[in-house]
């Protein structure tokens, strides 16, 4: 944007704002409190104030302070369309589901406890354990509050939808591969992938070639791998896309005449579901009808080789944690869709 941006929002054109979620000062803000408690109880079981703060600062506490910071976005309602530009990692959308299994009831008595902590206040020395200030439940029933708001948002395929971004490299390729994966075990909506940075063909020339050939296959790879979702290609421009003028020049060659705030796509994408002593991960593959199908389990991917009357296609599929423990026990394509059952070992 070529423009200082931080904690506040930035004007930086006539309907255009920006700002920088800091996920640590974020983080202090929403879970201070509740810091503080874990590591006084810490520090009361014997360890060192600095030890006692970095285990209080629980996995994943940063990226929902951060994602947080959407709710307070939402609900000023000053924005017709808010984009949040990060990582493809699902790794702060589980916490989403905290409010759905610790439920309403749980945080009704959470409010009942508040009054009562004066009682716990009295045998606090024979215990040993601080007893929580009326502030931390305060800002517990607070903090799930907003997160099951937060996941009503999210999951409205009307309102919100993922954009997957990559660059036509494995590695980039493998990480939005995975962030598909998890966006539609999450029941999130992936309307659309963009690849940037894909080299014109004019370019396959001497040094380039092979670059260029190796690019053509991970292309064909991402248009099987995310079908039916659209995929658009932004290429790679002679210089670095910084400032407002460059932007634009991205934004009209990707949409063109287009509302770039249209939901591309509304479907299902990958599913996984529970059966009979295991799950089915079912892959739309609207491109295949038939074919026979080879898997081979490397870590926490599947291998899937496909032999069709139109040669051999691959894919890589990034497994859930949930079949970790799992072992495959069959594979079988049904009506333009990819079935994998996987079962308990043993």
């Given at each position: 944007?070529?423009?200082?941006?931080?904690?506040?929002?930035?004007?930086?054109?006539?309907?255009?704002?920006a700002?920088?979620?800091?996920?640590?000062?974020?983080?202090?803000?929403?879970?201070?409190?509740?810091?503080?408690?874990?590591?006084?109880?810490?520090?009361?079981?014997?360890?060192?104030?600095?030890?006692?703060?970095e285990?209080?600062?629980?996995?994943?506490?940063?990226?929902?302070?951060?994602i947080?910071?959407?709710?307070?976005?939402?609900?000023?309602?000053?924005?017709?369309?808010?984009?949040?530009?990060?990582?493809?990692?699902?790794?702060?959308?589980?916490?989403?589901?905290?409010?759905?299994?610790?439920?309403?009831?749980?945080?009704?008595?959470?409010?009942?406890?508040?009054?009562?902590?004066?009682?716990?206040?009295?045998?606090?020395?024979?215990?040993?354990?601080?007893?929580?200030?009326?502030?931390?439940?305060?800002?517990?029933?607070?903090?799930?509050?907003?997160?099951?708001?937060?996941?009503?948002?999210?999951?409205?395929h009307?309102v919100?939808?993922?954009?997957?971004?990559?660059?036509?490299?494995?590695?980039?390729?493998?990480?939005?591969?995975?962030?598909?994966?998890?966006?539609?075990?999450?029941?999130?909506?992936?309307?659309?992938?963009i690849?940037?940075?894909?080299?014109?063909?004019?370019?396959?020339?001497?040094?380039?070639r092979?670059?260029?050939?190796e690019?053509?296959?991970?292309?064909?790879?991402?248009?099987?791998?995310?079908?039916?979702?659209?995929?658009?290609?932004?290429?790679?421009?002679?210089?670095?896309?910084?400032?407002?003028?460059?932007?634009?020049?991205?934004?009209?060659?990707?949409?063109?005449?287009?509302?770039?705030?249209?939901?591309?796509?509304?479907?299902?994408?990958?599913?996984?579901?529970?059966?009979?002593?295991g799950?089915?991960?079912?892959?739309?593959?609207?491109?295949?009808?038939?074919?026979?199908?080879?898997?081979?389990?490397?870590?926490?991917?599947?291998?899937?080789?496909?032999?069709?009357?139109?040669g051999?296609?691959?894919?890589?599929?990034?497994?859930?944690?949930?079949?970790?423990?799992?072992?495959?026990?069959?594979?079988?394509?049904?009506?333009?869709?990819?079935?994998?059952?996987?079962?308990?070992?043993?």
């Open positions: 944007l070529q423009a200082p941006v931080g904690r506040d929002p930035t004007r930086i054109s006539e309907r255009l704002w700002l920088h979620v800091d996920p640590v000062k974020e983080a202090a803000e929403h879970y201070g409190a509740i810091m503080d408690y874990v590591a006084a109880v810490l520090k009361a079981r014997g360890l060192s104030e600095v030890l006692a703060y285990v209080a600062s629980l996995p994943g506490m940063t990226g929902v302070a951060a947080l910071k959407l709710d307070s976005i939402v609900r000023e309602d000053s924005y017709d369309v808010v984009v949040i530009d990060t990582v493809p990692s699902g790794e702060a959308l589980k916490y989403l589901y905290v409010p759905t299994f610790i439920g309403r009831i749980s945080r009704r008595l959470m409010r009942v406890a508040s009054p009562l902590l004066d009682l716990g206040r009295v045998v606090e020395p024979l215990i040993g354990i601080p007893t929580p200030p009326g502030e931390v439940l305060d800002k517990e029933v607070e903090i799930l509050d907003r997160m099951d708001r937060l996941r009503g948002y999210l999951l409205d009307d919100t939808s993922i954009r997957l971004i990559a660059n036509p490299d494995s590695f980039s390729i493998g990480n939005i591969k995975r962030a598909y994966m998890q966006a539609s075990i999450y029941g999130l909506n992936t309307d659309l992938v690849v940037n940075k894909v080299m014109p063909r004019e370019a396959a020339s001497g040094y380039m092979a670059w260029v050939e690019q053509e296959k991970l292309l064909e790879d991402i248009r099987r791998s995310f079908s039916p979702l659209p995929v658009k290609m932004l290429r790679l421009f002679e210089s670095e896309l910084k400032g407002l003028e460059m932007l634009r020049r991205a934004a009209d060659e990707l949409f063109g005449d287009e509302d770039p705030t249209t939901v591309y796509y509304r479907g299902r994408g990958v599913r996984v579901e529970s059966v009979p002593g799950v089915e991960i079912i892959y739309p593959m609207p491109y295949v009808s038939k074919g026979q199908v080879e898997v081979e389990r490397v870590g926490d991917e599947l291998l899937v080789h496909i032999q069709t009357d139109m051999k296609v691959s894919l890589v599929i990034p497994l859930p944690a949930i079949t970790y423990r799992m072992r495959v026990e069959s594979a079988r394509l049904l009506s333009g869709e990819l079935h994998l059952r996987f079962v308990e070992e043993g």
